[in-house]
């Protein structure tokens, strides 16, 4: 099967057969992080950077990881670094960095839509790492991955999502994914944090976290975004954690063999407890590792995609 993408900007330009294709893919680019010697020349010559408009730890480090595990070239610029700081524009910064025969970009920005601009305007690839409030597709990918790992399928499952959804790029590409991947998804989450309408994406929505963790294959604890909010959606901490937190109590209504995941960071005693997030029901360390199998999946699939993957 061949993968002809370009770019990698969200989960909805995806197809089931190919994001089956990145799972195969990146089951197959795992094996390489448990090698004496984690790299392979695959992408030599390649050269992968990594434009990050906002922070981040286990994205960009992962990105990072798995350009040199393919032994690519990786280089990292952030915009306070950069020249936007001068007054340059987004494109014009982009151009010059392809100018420089850059093979990809991956890029993280505030702005919904930026990683869009810049694929509609350049002739490198690339890769969305998370755009406001809109998609995280890599995350999303990692996430099915690793569920999938778990249980085996991604078809038939009850995938709960709770927390902060408004503010969610995670949550609107797993909702896209899982759904496309025949899961069920149920949304949970204060009336003030849950868009509108954000059950044409294909999800349910209740405001009883009882109602979303009953019956669940899956529990994704969402972390509240405090730096994208514009005014108090919730009154404190300890009130939001006694009625959203995901405790030891509250699991008694998910199935027996339920996973716990979490995209990071954790706020631990708030979104999640201690307890949980340690427990043996968590998989959130297992997303971080399959995180770098996944984008290694991406990068060799857009560099290599007019390429058989079975070659």
């Known amino acids: 099967m061949q993968f002809a993408k370009k770019d990698i900007l969200d989960i909805a330009s995806l197809s089931a057969e190919d994001i089956t294709l990145i799972l195969d893919t990146a089951e197959?680019?795992?094996e390489i992080s448990s090698r004496p010697v984690k790299k392979v020349?695959?992408?030599?010559?390649?050269?992968?950077?990594?434009?990050?408009?906002?922070a981040s730890t286990r994205t960009r480090t992962s990105f990072d990881i798995a350009a040199k595990r393919l032994s690519a070239d990786s280089i990292s610029i952030s915009?306070?670094?950069?020249?936007?700081?001068?007054?340059?524009?987004?494109?014009?910064?982009?151009?010059?960095?392809?100018?420089?025969?850059?093979?990809?970009i991956v890029m993280r920005h505030s702005s919904s839509g930026a990683p869009h601009l810049?694929?509609?305007?350049?002739?490198?690839?690339?890769i969305n790492a998370g755009d406001g409030t809109h998609a995280?597709?890599?995350?999303?990918?990692?996430?099915?991955?690793?569920?999938?790992?778990?249980?085996?399928?991604?078809?038939?499952?009850?995938?709960?999502?709770?927390?902060?959804?408004l503010h969610?790029?995670?949550?609107?590409?797993?909702?896209?994914?899982?759904?496309?991947?025949?899961?069920?998804?149920?949304?949970?989450?204060?009336?003030?944090?849950?868009?509108?309408?954000?059950?044409?994406?294909?999800?349910?929505?209740?405001?009883?976290?009882?109602?979303?963790?009953e019956g669940a294959d899956v529990i994704m604890m969402l972390r509240i975004q405090k730096e994208r909010q514009k005014g108090f959606l919730f009154s404190t901490e300890r009130e939001y954690a006694a009625?959203?937190?995901?405790?030891?109590?509250?699991?008694?209504?998910?199935?027996?063999?339920?996973?716990?995941?979490?995209?990071?960071?954790?706020?631990?005693?708030?979104?999640?407890?201690?307890?949980?997030?340690?427990g043996p029901y968590s998989i959130i360390l297992d997303q971080v590792t399959n995180g770098v199998a996944v984008r290694m999946s991406l990068l060799y699939l857009v560099l290599g995609g007019a390429r058989n993957v079975a070659d």
């Open 41 to 54: 020349p695959t992408l030599r010559g390649k050269t992968v950077v990594l434009f990050f408009y906002e």
């Open 79 to 104: 915009a306070s670094t950069s020249s936007i700081v001068k007054g340059e524009t987004l494109i014009d910064t982009a151009k010059n960095i392809e100018a420089m025969n850059a093979d990809v």
């Open 118 to 126: 810049l694929a509609r305007s350049l002739k490198a690839s690339v």
């Open 28 to 30: 197959k680019m795992k």
């Open 243 to 278: 009625v959203y937190g995901l405790s030891k109590k509250r699991l008694e209504g998910a199935k027996k063999d339920v996973l716990i995941m979490h995209p990071g960071p954790v706020n631990r005693g708030v979104e999640i407890s201690p307890e949980v997030a340690d």
């Open 136 to 165: 995280h597709p890599s995350q999303a990918l990692l996430d099915m991955m690793t569920v999938r790992e778990n249980k085996g399928t991604l078809k038939g499952l009850r995938i709960a999502i709770i927390g902060d959804i």
């Open 168 to 213: 969610s790029r995670v949550a609107r590409s797993n909702i896209a994914g899982f759904t496309k991947m025949g899961s069920e998804v149920v949304l949970a989450g204060p009336p003030t944090m849950m868009p509108r309408d954000i059950e044409s994406l294909g999800a349910a929505v209740t405001y009883n976290i009882a109602e979303a963790v």
